[in-house]
């Protein structure tokens, strides 16, 4: 990896919404965002869900699934408030934050170990 394209990664990193992030919002609003857990702010949400709001779409086998199809269960059914699409396309999508924070750290130690200057 060149020091300019480590550098390009580390500065588009910076300038997105701090994480780390999650799936939330609530089924019976028809409402699924992604949240930062840190700032709490919107990082994705969606437009046009039947009247109210939006959904993304996941392709499985081959098929695009709706995201509710895909949803982790609440723990008070009632409630209905998403916190989870089970689907790796989504979990990798909420998790790049945090992961691309700790490679930029792991990058950082290792080329410390080098002697090398950190772009």
Not at 28 to 40: E, K, N, P, W, Y
Not at 109 to 118: C, N, S, W, Y
Request: charged residues 25%; glycine residues 8%.
């Amino acid at each position: 990896m060149t020091p300019e394209l480590l550098a390009e990664i580390r500065a588009r990193h910076v300038a997105a919404t701090p994480g780390p992030w999650r799936w939330s919002g609530y089924v019976s609003a028809f409402q699924i965002d992604l949240m930062s857990v840190r700032t709490g702010n919107e990082v994705m949400g969606f437009h046009r869900w039947g009247m109210r709001g939006a959904q993304p779409v996941f392709c499985s086998d081959g098929i695009l699934r709706d995201a509710k199809e895909l949803l982790a269960p609440d723990t008070n059914p009632r409630r209905g408030r998403i916190s989870a699409i089970l689907h790796p396309d989504a979990e990798s999508i909420a998790h790049s934050w945090q992961d691309v924070d700790e490679l930029l750290a792991e990058v950082d130690r290792l080329r410390a170990l080098l002697g090398e200057k950190t772009p």
